[in-house]
């Protein structure tokens, strides 16, 4: 967002840490998120099959 920068998008996430929007030791705040929720998403996709 404009506000938080927040996306769920690691692409665009990287696009910020390579246009200075975030820095790279902010950075973890928003590889984590992301990286959790996949790794949550891929359990839950496991166990519905």
Known sequence: ???S????NPA???AL???GKVSL???WMHF?????GAVL???????TQ
Do not use: C
């Open 12 to 14: 665009v996430t990287s």
């Open 5 to 8: 920068l927040g996306s769920f």
């Open 32 to 36: 984590a998120p992301q990286f959790i």
């Open 1 to 3: 967002g404009s506000i």
């Open 25 to 27: 030791a902010d950075s």
């Open 41 to 47: 998403a891929t359990y839950v996709y496991k166990f």
């Open 17 to 19: 840490i390579v246009s």
